[in-house]
């Protein structure tokens, strides 16, 4: 028997239909919620309630079988975490500037073309600050087309990246300079991105789950802090699916507290939480349009 209850008006899962529910998730959208039964109860109680649903059995064997994209995206805008802030791990962002870009503008002086994937971008602060440096760099250096995809499965952040509008006080870790330059007011407590920073980055919806099929392959791939919820088979897999979409001498940056499988990662280690592709093997494209992410 299904034991799901309402005990004073708290929605609890059972096991069985908790099994059932983080089968679902880490088969479709990679995220191992097995430690979080209580981040489940509390996520859904309000979106279960809120369908008519009366207990978790009910909606689970909803979700299990629907093709109703709404309700798929109610339920990874719960589930996600979507943690993120402004010059996280500001390591990497020296690293772009400072050896990443200068190795890039050399090798592909001939195409003045680049592309820069933010793979799990949540609500926009990772991929704006990277416009932010692509900005700068490329300022006084005629004719490059550079360009930032940023995707996620989350909608919710999605849309809020999208928008680009941030609380100024969430803001006060960017260079002065940056504040100066780059940001404008909205009101008085919130502030937004000038066009061209704005602009430079596409926002798309992709599951990190599903084969990559952008046309244009990447010369460096951002995904930081997003593969910590997947299983080692699957986050072994994503690394392939990453390595083949990486142009030939391009990079691949993960969390700071995030490691790769050693034995069988293709790239090669430069540093920790970061790596690249070897520069022999060519897979460089020529670019097409800039919306033919
Ligand atoms: C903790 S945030 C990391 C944001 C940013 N990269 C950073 O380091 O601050 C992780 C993001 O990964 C996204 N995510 C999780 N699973 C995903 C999947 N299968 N496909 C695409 N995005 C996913 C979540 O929605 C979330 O916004």
Known sequence: MNDTTITFDKLTISQEDFIRLVQFVQKNYGINLIQKK????????????????????????????????KDLEVLLNKLTTNHTFFMRE?????FFRDTILPHIEKTKMS????SIWSAGCSSGQEPYTLSMILCDYFKNKPGWDTRVLATDISMNVLNKAKEGIYLKEDTKELP???????LVSVNEE???FVPKIKNNVIFKEFNLMDPIQFKIPFDVIFCRNVMIYFDQPTKDALIQRFYKATNAGGYLLI????????????YQYLMPATYQKK?????????G???SY
Do not use: M
């Open 38 to 69: 209580h981040l489940i109860e509390s996520r859904l109680a309000s979106t279960i309630k809120g369908k008519g649903f009366t207990s978790f059995s009910q909606y689970v064997s909803y979700i299990l079988n629907t093709n109703n994209p």
């Open 90 to 94: 500001n390591s990497h962002f020296d």
């Open 289 to 291: 349009i800039f919306n």
């Open 279 to 287: 520069q022999t093997t060519s897979t460089v494209k020529k670019p």
């Open 111 to 114: 195409r003045k073309f680049l």
């Open 255 to 266: 969390g700071h507290s995030e490691t790769l499988n050693k034995e069988n990662c293709p």
């Open 176 to 182: 002065q300079s940056w504040q100066r330059t780059y």
């Open 190 to 192: 919130q502030c937004t």
